[in-house]
Antibody
């Protein structure tokens, strides 16, 4: 089955770190760029960043997370990662990984003391 | 920063036509993508590259573009089409930009 599944969300204190994973199956993962998109509770979609496919591997980030978040990928395992450091309360959201035409169900990250 | 503007809400009766617009200065030079999101679910791509429809998306969904405005049209709206709809494009750096979303209500 073609799918993406996120994991690693949870409750974390401000200033701490969290790493999300996005496991892909059913397609040639390395051929695709992988993006992370988040959605604060009751609000709209916000692009976080992406990593280009295995032939390039470069990354781009939204200004709101640049310098704090890092996206990486392991093409041998079919997994993309979102490393989130120096978390802020405003980072609270459901985080989705996506190829644009395929989305995972999302994982909730709550930043609170 | 680059912005995409959508109406907050659109209401339509069943079997009528819904049109959701998305405006942005760079849209003539960038592809636009449309996503449907129902409560508690992940977004679903319904239109890509302005006018293309992914496999499995009903033919009643279509996209068009004119100048700085792109439009998602849903012909013969059904109750199941009630959802939030987001347009998405990219700025000159390739960074994704989302519109604020439009809540489609089927009366």
């Amino acid at each position: 089955e073609v799918q993406l599944v996120e994991s690693g969300g949870g409750l974390v204190q401000p200033g701490r770190s969290l790493r999300l994973s996005c496991a892909a199956s059913g397609f040639t993962f390395g051929d695709y760029a992988m993006a992370w998109v988040r959605q604060p509770p009751g609000k709209g979609l916000e692009w976080v960043g992406f990593i280009r496919n295995k032939y390039d591997g470069t990354t781009e980030y939204a200004a709101s997370v640049k310098g704090r978040f890092t996206i990486s990928r392991d093409d041998s395992k079919g997994i993309a990662y979102l490393q989130m450091d120096s978390l802020k309360i405003e980072d609270t959201a459901v985080y989705f990984c996506t190829t644009s035409d395929l989305w995972g169900p999302g994982t909730l990250v709550t930043v609170s003391s | 920063s680059y912005e995409l503007t959508q109406p907050p809400s659109v209401s339509v009766s069943p079997r009528q036509t819904a049109r959701i617009t998305c405006s942005g200065d760079a849209l003539p030079n960038r592809y636009t993508y449309w996503y449907q999101q129902k409560p508690g679910q992940a977004p679903v791509l319904v239109i890509y590259k302005d006018t293309e429809r992914p496999s499995g998306i009903p033919e009643r969904f279509s996209g068009s573009s004119s100048g700085t405005t792109v439009t998602l049209t849903i012909n013969g709206v059904r109750a199941e089409d009630e959802a939030d709809y987001y347009c998405q494009s990219a700025d000159s750096s390739g960074h994704w930009v989302f519109g604020g979303g439009t809540k489609l209500t089927v009366l």
